[in-house]
T-cell receptor
Framework: DAGVTQSPTHLIKTRGQHVTLRCSPISGHKSVSWYQQVLGQGPQFIFQ???????GRGNFPDRFSARQFPNYSSELNVNALLLGDSALYLC????????????FGDGTRLSIL | QKEVEQDPGPLSVPEGAIVSLNCTYS??????FMWYRQYSRKGPELLMYTYSSGNKEDGRFTAQVDKSSKYISLFIRDSQPSDSATYLCAMSSNDMRFGAGTRLTVKP
């Protein structure tokens, strides 16, 4: 069975640009969560979506937004990119809510120049 | 003080050793506890998922949760070079919090 898939795998942007990252959950999973992982640190929670509604939000600025589609795939959008946004962006899916075991994709590595 | 504290290591052990990894936390609202393994340039892989205090065993891995002390542990028996990775503890209530990860190297 296919796991969580994320695209693209790598991305290079410049400050001020906008980026869209994509995630397809494990088949049958209805919840998608997004995390930011800076080198040397653990993932930080950004958003959770369940049944196309936002169910949780971490401490990130409004430049970060996300949505979930009817097929449960998801997009993470980041506007006005800053150098500090350089990180590995991870998507995780679970059958239901945040407290169920989450399964991660391999992430999108975003570099801001 | 961070909500979840995890010694970043690095930790180096010989093959066959028992490895002990630990996290402490401050938020008593955390109810679900997880351990993930992350290889370089890969996403975290779920190893253990527990809810209540006590022990849970899965093969060479044992997870312990002590809610009264706000302390969780992961033990790896008969460690193998393939266990070399970063180990992340995680816990959740309304959102998920991760430790910083402990980098483990198992030497042949």
């Amino acid at each position: 069975d296919a796991g969580v898939t994320q695209s693209p795998t790598h991305l290079i942007k410049t400050r001020g640009q906008h980026v869209t990252l994509r995630c397809s959950p494990i088949s049958g999973h209805k919840s998608v969560s997004w995390y930011q992982q800076v080198l040397g640190q653990g993932p930080q929670f950004i958003f959770q979506y369940y049944e196309k509604e936002e169910r949780g939000r971490g401490n990130f600025p409004d430049r970060f937004s996300a949505r979930q589609f009817p097929n449960y795939s998801s997009e993470l959008n980041v506007n006005a990119l800053l150098l500090g946004d350089s990180a590995l962006y991870l998507c995780a899916s679970s059958p239901g809510t945040l407290n169920q075991p989450q399964h991660f994709g391999d992430g999108t590595r975003l570099s801001i120049l | 003080q961070k909500e979840v504290e995890q010694d970043p290591g690095p930790l180096s052990v010989p093959e066959g050793a028992i490895v002990s990894l630990n996290c402490t936390y401050s938020n008593s609202a955390f109810q679900y506890f997880m351990w993930y393994r992350q290889y370089s340039r890969k996403g975290p892989e779920l190893l253990m998922y527990t809810y209540s205090s006590g022990n849970k065993e899965d093969g060479r891995f044992t997870a312990q949760v002590d809610k009264s002390s706000k302390y969780i542990s992961l033990f790896i028996r008969d460690s193998q070079p393939s266990d070399s990775a970063t180990y992340l503890c995680a816990m959740s209530s309304n959102d998920m919090r991760f430790g910083a990860g402990t980098r483990l190297t198992v030497k042949p």
